[in-house]
């Protein structure tokens, strides 16, 4: 668990919506029972992949005493400042 400032958790959900801009992604679960509205069977749902708070689960928090926040992000670090700035 951390503690982050407004800033670095606006950054964190910005990051977030880089790799889920809206929120779904083309994952697909086939839908069992018929809608409640229509009554009719799509078959076809889209699904989250990845949840918002599993994503805050792999943030650590910078050990070295300066408050930012440490993110891996394709393939590498990404550094969120208290102030909400982002450095690779």
């Known amino acids: ?10 950054a964190l959900f910005k990051v977030f919506q880089r790799d889920f801009p809206g929120w779904i992604t083309p994952t697909l679960r086939t839908k069992s029972t018929p809608c409640t509205r229509c009554g009719h069977h799509d078959g076809v749902v889209k699904v989250p992949s990845l949840q918002y708070r599993r994503f ?7 050990l070295c005493g300066y408050g930012a926040l440490m993110v891996p992000w394709k393939g590498m670090w990404l550094g969120i400042e208290r102030d909400g700035h982002t450095h690779s």
């Open 56 to 62: 805050l689960q792999k943030v650590v928090p910078e």
């Open 1 to 10: 668990m951390f503690i982050a400032t407004r800033k670095q958790r606006e």
